[in-house]
């Protein structure tokens, strides 16, 4: 049986999501993308557009975490439209992000 990566307990066989804490039995990929700041947003729109992602974290060249967006299911519209004045302002800061998009399978 596979345990819980979180609490530790035991999940069964089907199981998508721990029981008891609620994380995610799937295993979480990680990939990166370099951009400019004129690319950013256009970027972060067709990820978002895959919807496949659960968290997306924008970087500065230095590693420096400047926007982590949470994405859920019904992130559309109205909720989005913070996120992306937010991400204007990043691109307007920065000369180049690094995109890091996490995805649970």
Same mark, same amino acid.
């Given at each position: 049986?596979?345990?819980?990566?979180?609490c530790g307990?035991q999940?069964? %066989? !089907?199981?998508?999501?721990c029981?008891r804490?609620?994380k995610?039995?799937?295993?979480t990929i +990680?990939e &990166?993308? %370099?951009?400019?700041s004129? &690319?950013l947003?256009?970027r972060i729109?067709?990820?978002?557009?895959e919807g496949?992602?659960?968290?997306?974290?924008?970087?500065?060249?230095q590693g420096?975490?400047l926007?982590? +967006?949470?994405?859920t299911?019904g992130l559309?519209g109205v909720? *989005?439209?913070p996120?992306?004045?937010? *991400?204007?302002?990043?691109a307007a800061? !920065?000369?180049k992000c690094? +995109?890091?998009?996490?995805?649970q399978?």
């Amino acid at each position: 049986m596979v345990s819980c990566e979180k609490c530790g307990i035991q999940l069964p %066989e !089907a199981a998508k999501y721990c029981p008891r804490c609620g994380k995610s039995a799937g295993k979480t990929i +990680i990939e &990166e993308f %370099e951009v400019t700041s004129d &690319e950013l947003v256009k970027r972060i729109k067709e990820i978002l557009g895959e919807g496949n992602a659960t968290r997306i974290v924008v970087e500065n060249e230095q590693g420096k975490t400047l926007l982590e +967006i949470p994405v859920t299911i019904g992130l559309v519209g109205v909720l *989005l439209a913070p996120w992306l004045a937010a *991400l204007g302002a990043v691109a307007a800061i !920065a000369t180049k992000c690094r +995109i890091r998009v996490e995805k649970q399978t």
